[in-house]
């Protein structure tokens, strides 16, 4: 596993560069067809912004194949929706073709759905060496209690679930979700964190140095073979690890 951290001043310098490198990464993508799994919270939504607003014309939207890494299970047209939000910042500005798009059906009973969505995937994500399937690329965030896509600390069986997807539960709200599961995102080619805000500091700083209780920290368990850490200076530990832009 190798890892890359680069820390900026603030959550938009953050997208920007992160949108920067991911274009550079797509054009540099042997395969015709680029499998990336989304994150919801607040920083990709910069991202959206960032991607829509200067790469409309310059990635070529349609070699690229996006899945979500969880997803409420709401409608989309719920503000909660992660596909929602997407959409509504992204997706509907570039031009991308419709069969490009693997939504979550957040508004489908949530056990029926995380059978479909693993269908889905298994239909058009390619297998990895440990026969789960690889994206290309999973776009992560991290929660101030260490949950990473929907896998929280009270379910961290789902961090070596043999399944591609779980009904997952949000501890406070209670709300369900659909999540991909430890073995898939750590089957990724890579994995990248973006991550921000003062709240995220203390618990980051013990991921990336695994000290103190980062074994209760579903993020800390994310071992793919590519990990980038994408951090604003507000949430980056002090010392930083890995390489700085
Ligand atoms: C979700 C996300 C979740 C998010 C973290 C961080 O659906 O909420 O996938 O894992 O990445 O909660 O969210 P922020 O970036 O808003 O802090």
Redesign the pocket.
């Known amino acids: 596993m190798t890892i890359q951290t680069k820390i900026f001043a603030n959550p938009t310098s953050v997208a920007d560069a992160f949108a920067t490198d991911f274009s550079a990464w797509v054009a540099a993508q042997q395969s015709d067809t680029i499998t990336v799994a989304l994150?919801?919270?607040?920083?990709p939504k910069l991202l959206f912004q960032a991607w829509a607003e200067h790469y409309r014309n310059s990635i070529p939207w349609s070699r690229v194949h996006f899945f979500w890494?969880?997803e409420?299970c709401v409608p989309p047209t719920s503000s909660d929706s992660?596909y929602g939000v997407a959409h509504e910042l992204f997706l509907s500005r570039v031009q991308i073709p419709s069969e490009n798009i693997h939504r979550v059906l957040g508004e489908a009973s949530p056990d029926a759905e995380c059978l479909r969505y693993a269908d889905e995937i298994r239909q058009h994500v390619r297998l990895g060496a440990g026969g789960m399937p690889q994206f290309d690329l999973v776009i992560?965030?991290?929660?101030d209690d260490g949950?990473?896509?929907?896998i929280f600390p009270h379910e961290s069986h789902f961090l070596k679930s043999p399944r591609i997807c779980e009904v997952a539960t949000h501890p406070e709200s209670g709300q369900k979700r659909i999540t991909l599961t430890g073995p898939v995102i750590n089957a990724a080619r890579r994995v990248t964190f973006l991550i921000t805000?003062a709240s995220k500091a203390r618990v980051l700083s013990q991921v990336m140095h695994r000290t103190g209780d980062f074994a209760n920290f579903p993020a800390a368990h994310i071992t793919a073979d590519q990990v980038d850490f994408y951090l604003d200076e507000a949430a980056a530990p002090d010392p930083p690890l890995g390489s700085n832009p």
């Open positions: 994150s919801g919270g607040s920083t890494g969880d409420r992660n992560l965030g991290m929660g949950h990473t896509a929907s805000g």
